[in-house]
């Protein structure tokens, strides 16, 4: 199978602070990756596509100052929320596009809470 | 207009029950159809891809018209378990892989 995981699963932090989350896919490589929002009853939107050893590419709207992300190697990408804000409460997905695929496989998801 | 349209529902059917599920979308170039299943709070996950000349899967049955622009779901004898949101996905943007998501069918399968 193609398993993606993510980590933390759940975060609950203060207004102002960071939160960097970890996606990696466990049992294929991932040249590229991606990572979506989805706000309660909306589809995913994506935030930004991520490639290994490159700079990510943002989707419109989305701020590459705000939104960091890392892809450092062919199974790791970390997004990190800088000075987070109540409205960046929002359920984070990521996935992984196999290698000569267009199919892609989700991790199980990060709900980050802004108190 | 959106790119991926799908009716949201709800579809509330009997066990047993066959469901069909439509798709449109409006972008001639794109590539690769799937559709992905999301259970509440949780990640989506991929039910299958869909082949111009249709592709079945168990109960699962899938569709692409080319020309309408146009995808279907079909499931037989539905289960309590096949309740979810069904998402249609379209990939467009060629090698990049990027995938457009409909807003999701949700289907409640009653007993």
């Known amino acids: 199978g193609a398993v993606v995981s993510q980590h933390p699963s759940r975060v609950i932090c203060k207004s102002g602070t960071s939160v960097k989350i970890e996606c990696r896919s466990l049992?294929?490589?991932?040249?590229?990756m991606f990572w979506y929002r989805q706000f309660p009853k909306q589809s995913l939107m994506l935030m930004a596509t991520?490639?290994?050893?490159?700079?990510?590419?943002?989707e419109q709207g989305v701020e590459k100052d705000k939104f960091l992300i890392n892809h450092a190697s062919l199974t790791l990408s970390t997004l990190t929320v800088t000075s987070a804000h109540p409205e960046d409460s929002s359920f984070y997905i990521c996935?992984?596009?196999?290698?000569?695929?267009?199919?892609?496989?989700f991790g199980p998801g990060t709900r980050l809470t802004v108190t | 207009r959106k790119e991926v349209e799908q009716d949201p529902g709800p579809f509330n059917v009997p066990e047993g029950a066959t469901v069909a599920f439509n798709c449109t979308y409006s972008?001639?170039?794109?590539?690769?159809f799937f559709w992905y299943r999301q259970d509440c709070r949780k990640e989506p996950k991929l039910l299958m891809s869909?082949?111009?000349s249709g592709n079945e899967d168990g109960r699962f049955t899938a569709q692409l018209n080319r020309a309408s622009q146009y995808i279907s779901l079909l499931i037989r004898d539905s289960k309590l378990s096949d309740s979810a949101t069904y998402l249609c996905?379209?990939?467009?943007?060629?090698?990049?892989?990027?995938?457009?998501f409909g807003q999701g069918t949700t289907l409640q399968v009653k007993p």
């Open positions: 996935s992984a596009r196999r290698d000569n695929s267009y199919e892609q496989y």
């Open positions: 049992d294929f490589q991932a040249t590229t």
């Open positions: 991520s490639n290994e050893g490159s700079k990510a590419t943002y």
């Open positions: 972008n001639s170039a794109s590539q690769s």
């Open positions: 869909v082949y111009s």
């Open positions: 996905v379209v990939n467009t943007a060629g090698n990049t892989g990027k995938l457009i």
